[in-house]
């Protein structure tokens, strides 16, 4: 997928791909619409620090959910 444009689609593939791969019990709050084009970039960057890593640490999960939710609405 070509994460290059920002686009609702985009986000909505990566917000989905971030929930399933920290496998988050809170996914269902966190909704794709949730979250503007103004800040895809900053979302790409989550997006793509999620993806690179296997394993987190709960400081890094916290840490991942509070960025997630700094950059909603």
């Known amino acids: 997928m070509d994460l290059s444009t920002p686009s ?18 809170t996914g269902s709050v966190m909704q794709a619409s949730t ?14 620090m999620v993806m690179a890593k296997d394993r987190f640490s709960i400081r890094e999960l916290e840490a991942i959910a509070t960025e997630l939710g700094r950059l909603r609405g």
């Not at 609702?8 to 019990?25: G, H, T, V, Y």
């Not at 979250?35 to 793509?48: A, G, K, M, N, Q």
């Open 8 to 25: 609702e689609a985009n986000i909505s593939f990566m917000i989905d791909q971030i929930k399933n791969k920290l496998r988050m019990a």
């Open 35 to 48: 979250f503007s084009l103004e800040r895809y970039e900053d979302l790409r960057d989550i997006y793509e």
